[in-house]
């Protein structure tokens, strides 16, 4: 069995995945890139050594 990893941008897209997921009833993985993860929690995450949101 194989699952579905969609890369999400925001909260909105999150929403959208986890929601489809419940109605299919199909387990999901959520990805964020390093730079979609600090946009998501804000600039108070450390990103030291790493290129994104920069």
């Not at 450390?46 to 920069?54: A, I, L, M, R, V």
């Amino acid at each position: 069995m194989a699952y579905p990893a969609v890369n999400v941008t925001s909260t909105q897209t999150v929403n959208g995945v986890l929601e489809a997921a419940a109605k299919a009833n199909s387990p999901v993985i959520i990805q964020f890139s390093n730079g979609g993860a600090l946009s998501y929690a804000g600039k108070s995450l450390d990103n030291s050594g790493e290129k994104g949101g920069q």
